[in-house]
């Protein structure tokens, strides 16, 4: 055993000691310990900017995008905004303990299925040092101990904020080694955290393509896949073109760096003269470039040829693939041959159109008449999320506290034997 793994290794198990001793706590007690470690972000902003400032330092001469740097970046301002969010998951409830079903036998045996914690759930995440406050604070609320693995443009930054986290829990009823960084910088720290099955229950993955893949199929660990997303808007032959341009420019450019922005806008032939020179307009002001196929460049000769690789491609930028389709279902045969299953929007003011999308249509998120955009946990109502699962197991989309938990069955009778 190499020393990164025995590290490793020693990491998880005290993670899964500390699981055990956080899983029966008290709504209340795991509320003191979040509301601690607001406070405590807010009192050390200062050393976590400054450390922050080292790794941004690095990101520029090793020739990050500005685009990357700025969410690399934190700011006095952004780590009170992040404190902030911890305290709003103090209000959000308690998972564990739920009781999802129940019934009495007609033997007499009392059975309950109710929720109970994950227990060591592994994070493995790239760039945005807020994610170790995020994992960390979702974790501990569902009652599970949480191992952080951050990328390493992040590292001193996750180093510090993992130090506040833990400092502030010293004074709470919440085990210390509930929340720990993962050591090491190297590659091998990820690949022994990934094979550290019995010691870690799940692992959750949060990054790119290149990262998730890696995750889901090197780990033996059980893996919650985030997703990427390849997300699609249709806008139908029966759709309001005013409505159609609205959730099309929203989806694409009210942010475009993140999973449930558009990457693909599929137009039906019958409203493609109407629509299509509006679209095309109002993207090229918004500074898109769109990868169109023969029939959307011949509306524009500013649109680029779209190639094959374009429409799998999560650009993650203001780059939008563009087709003309004869049919909704043509539409759908697009989605289901290049979606990554995250979140499609058909806009319509048809009901059957909508409703033959709707059932025609298999990924974790469909929209009617919505902008894809609102693939989100808070938008949801859910109050935060730890990720996107393009899964179907063992959650699917936004995943808040609840998707953070598994169940036992409790049984209870009266000296019963069968």
């Known amino acids: ?12 198990e005290r993670a899964r000691d500390a699981a055990a001793d956080l899983a029966p706590l008290t709504r209340a ?20 900017v400054k450390a922050n400032a080292e790794d941004t330092a690095k990101a520029r001469e090793n020739g990050t995008s500005e685009a990357m740097i700025d969410r690399l970046t934190l700011t006095a301002e952004r780590v009170g905004a992040i404190a902030d969010a911890v305290r709003e998951v103090t209000e959000l409830p308690d998972p564990v303990g739920e009781v999802v079903r129940g019934n009495v036998l007609p033997n007499g045996l009392e059975v309950r299925q109710v929720r109970v914690p994950l227990g060591v759930i592994g994070i493995i995440y790239e760039g945005r040092p807020n994610v170790t406050v995020d994992a960390a604070a979702l974790c501990l609320k569902s009652g599970n101990a949480a191992l952080l693995r951050g990328s390493s443009s992040a590292y001193s ?59 889901v199929n090197e ?48 137009v039906h032939a ?40 374009d429409w799998t491609t999560e650009y993650l930028s203001l780059d939008l693939a563009a087709r003309v389709v004869d049919s909704l279902d043509e539409a759908v045969a697009h989605i289901r041959a290049y979606s990554s299953s995250h979140t499609e929007a058909i806009v319509t003011d048809s009901q059957s159109a909508a409703r033959r999308f709707v059932s025609r249509v298999d990924s974790a998120a469909v929209m009617v008449n ?35 938990t598994s169940t036992k069955y409790v049984v209870t009778g009266e000296g019963h034997v069968r």
């Open 370 to 404: 919505a902008s894809t955009r609102f693939t989100d946990g808070g938008e949801f109502g859910f109050g935060a999320e730890i990720g996107i699962s393009t899964q179907k197991l063992h959650a699917r989309g936004p995943m808040g506290l609840p998707e953070m």
């Open 1 to 12: 055993m190499t020393d990164i793994e025995r590290d490793v290794r020693e990491v998880a």
């Open 29 to 48: 007690a795991k509320d003191a310990a979040l509301l601690a470690v607001a406070d405590a972000l807010v009192a050390r902003a200062d050393e976590i």
């Open 157 to 215: 930054s996750n180093t510090v904020i993992t130090d506040v986290i833990r400092g502030a829990l010293e004074g709470t009823e919440v085990p210390v080694d509930a929340v720990q960084m993962v050591p090491g910088l190297s590659r091998d720290s990820v690949k022994h955290l990934m094979r550290a099955r019995g010691l870690v229950d799940v692992l959750i993955p949060r990054g790119g393509a290149s990262l998730i893949q890696t995750v």
């Open 270 to 309: 019958g409203v493609a003269d109407a629509f299509l020179p509006r679209a095309l307009a109002a993207l090229k002001e918004a500074g898109v470039t769109v990868h169109g196929d023969e029939r959307v460049r011949g509306y524009d000769d500013a649109v680029v040829a779209a190639t094959e690789e």
């Open 219 to 266: 780990s033996t660990v059980p893996v919650i896949e985030t997703g990427t997303g390849n997300c699609h808007v249709y806008v139908d032959e029966a759709a309001d073109l005013d409505r159609a341009l609205a959730i099309t420019m929203n989806s694409k450019v009210q942010r475009c760096s993140v999973c449930n922005t558009a990457e693909t806008l599929l």
